[in-house]
């Protein structure tokens, strides 16, 4: 739909009187504004916007990669500002993961090991849109120990290499050995 099209709708054949040439009286001005935010018709953001109007803009952004654990809440929020309404999309790894709307959180109630990735909030408003700074996402998990017996058999002053067991994980874990229920404080024999 044109500009034409939206003024036609709006008021019929419109001819501005002197006084106001070549502008579009203000009433005139906010029905087609209003009609044209509607239909996301964003050639008319400049056209529409006024002196009071403010572009989007994030009042934080993401810091470095953040881990959490396999199964928690996980909540990130999109801290933006500007004119109202502000209506804000969340995308994972460039896909939208949701449509516009004015919730400004994301929530995911059981993080998963396919939630990772690198999220991003993109807010918008009739002045514009914006697209916030990546924020990367990690899931801390732990696998099951798979079962691998090891015995060894090793002359007295001799060295016995245990190899640590497999176990599917992120980030990589750190082994800790016991022998005979005490922990084994590494040094340059162990």
Known sequence: MSLSAVTRSLSGPWTPSPSFSPFITFLQASLIC??????????????????????????????PPEIHLEGNRLVMTCLAEGSWPLEFKWMLNNTDITAFSPEYKYTISSLQRFNMGVYQCVVRNRM??????????????????????QRKTVTQGRAAILNSPAVSCFPRPQ??????GYKIIPSNRV
């Open 34 to 63: 209003s009609t044209a935010a509607q239909l996301h018709l964003s050639t008319f953001s400049t056209m529409c916007s006024t002196a009071g109007d403010v572009a989007p803009y994030f009042k934080t952004e993401p810091g």
């Open 128 to 149: 514009g849109a914006l697209l916030q700074r990546r924020a990367e996402i990690q899931v801390a998990y732990m696998g099951d120990f798979i079962d691998n017996d």
């Open 175 to 180: 082994v800790t050995w016991f022998r005979d």
